[in-house]
């Protein structure tokens, strides 16, 4: 099993930043894929961005400018860089780890961000 538990979620005015992370213990070694997403209110799951254990990043077409993620693997720890917030950029913002092709999805519970003046 896996456990990800999120966190630096919260208010931010529109323009600030934000550095959420995500904290991994258990059974670690299994996960080769990480990634983050958000849901925003009447919206579905959407994808921002995903780090392989090689450091390799892929981002989501429309976040890339602005939201940067990165890993520390000696914390066992990924981070969500994020800039320029605006208030569509409210959501709750999720990590997920993947055993990729065949293993199972672990996901945490969610940190919320709050975009608004």
């Known amino acids: 099993q896996v456990q990800l538990v999120e966190s630096g979620g919260g208010l931010v005015q529109p323009g600030g930043s934000l550095r959420l992370s995500c904290a991994a213990s258990g059974s670690i070694r299994s996960i080769n894929v990480m990634g983050w997403y958000r849901q925003a209110p009447g919206k579905e799951r959407e994808l921002i961005a995903t780090i392989l254990n090689s450091g390799t990043t892929n981002y989501a077409p429309s976040m890339k400018d602005r939201f940067t993620i990165s890993r520390d693997s000696a914390k066992n720890t990924m981070y969500l860089q994020m800039n320029s917030l605006k208030p569509e950029d409210t959501a709750v913002y999720y990590c997920?780890?993947?055993?990729?092709?065949?293993?199972?999805?672990?996901w945490g519970k969610g940190t919320l961000v709050t975009v608004s003046s």
């Open positions: 997920r780890g993947s055993a990729v092709p065949l293993g199972p999805d672990y």
